[in-house]
């Protein structure tokens, strides 16, 4: 008990500097702007709002996070739309 303990503190991590994205919807050839981001990591987990929005909406295709500055394509997700709609797997008895 008399011993104490010396603790290693890690150096924070390096991130690359945060910049400012375009949202882009692409499906069967074209584009649509969804919104812009600034300040958030370059992570296809930052697209998650925009991929629920159109799942609840029922589009397919893919959504990208495009870097403004140099237009590159820095994260991507597919969106595939879900085979059933609410409702169609509970019935009602006699339908």
Not at 46 to 53: A, Q
Request: net charge positive.
């Amino acid at each position: 008990m008399g011993q104490k303990r010396l603790w290693k503190i890690r150096r924070p991590l390096t991130s690359a500097p945060l910049a400012t994205y375009r949202v882009e919807y692409r499906a069967e050839g074209t584009v649509r702007a969804l919104g812009e981001l600034r300040d958030v990591p370059a992570h296809h987990a930052t697209l998650d709002p925009f991929v629920s929005m159109l799942l609840r909406d029922g589009d397919g295709g893919e959504v990208v996070l495009v870097d403004t500055a140099t237009g590159a394509v820095v994260a991507r997700r597919r969106v595939r739309p879900f085979p059933s709609k609410p409702g169609d797997r509970f019935r009602p008895a006699g339908v």
